[in-house]
Nanobody
Framework: QVQLVESGGGSVQAGGSLTLSCAAS????????MAWFRQAPGAEREWVAI??????YYADSVKGRFTISQDNARNTLNLQMNSLKPEDTAMYYC??????????????????WGQGTQVTVSS
């Protein structure tokens, strides 16, 4: 049974850093495309960072500040977030298992989701 459990969210001031982690079970993280999405109140879920067939992709809004990585030993997907801004405030979700005929940037492409972890950045 596939399960994703996020952790590491919290409240920080602008300019601070957080590291999110997504613990995977029921599969190995290197075997599936995985991604981080986020959703702010009243907004649509948007992609943040993706690892797909060994390549990484970043939304323009986080490029240069966020780093996505896989820890194969711990079977986790991580998101290092630096230089955080108030506009980064959102619920962050881990996703896995992209259907290859759908865009990697679309939330609907992913089969498995975690419950989310809240990130709040104050100015």
């Amino acid at each position: 049974q596939v399960q994703l459990v996020e952790s590491g969210g919290g409240s920080v001031q602008a300019g601070g850093s957080l590291t999110l982690s997504c613990a995977a079970s029921g599969f190995t993280v290197r075997s599936k495309s995985m991604a981080w999405f986020r959703q702010a109140p009243g907004a649509e879920r948007e992609w943040v960072a993706i690892i797909d067939t060994g390549r990484t992709y970043y939304a323009d809004s986080v490029k240069g500040r966020f780093t996505i990585s896989q820890d194969n030993a711990r079977n986790t997907l991580n998101l290092q977030m630096n230089s955080l801004k108030p506009e980064d405030t959102a619920m962050y979700y881990c996703a896995a298992g992209r259907n290859s005929w759908l865009s990697r940037y679309s939330a609907s492409a992913y089969d498995y989701w975690g419950q989310g972890t809240q990130v709040t950045v104050s100015s």
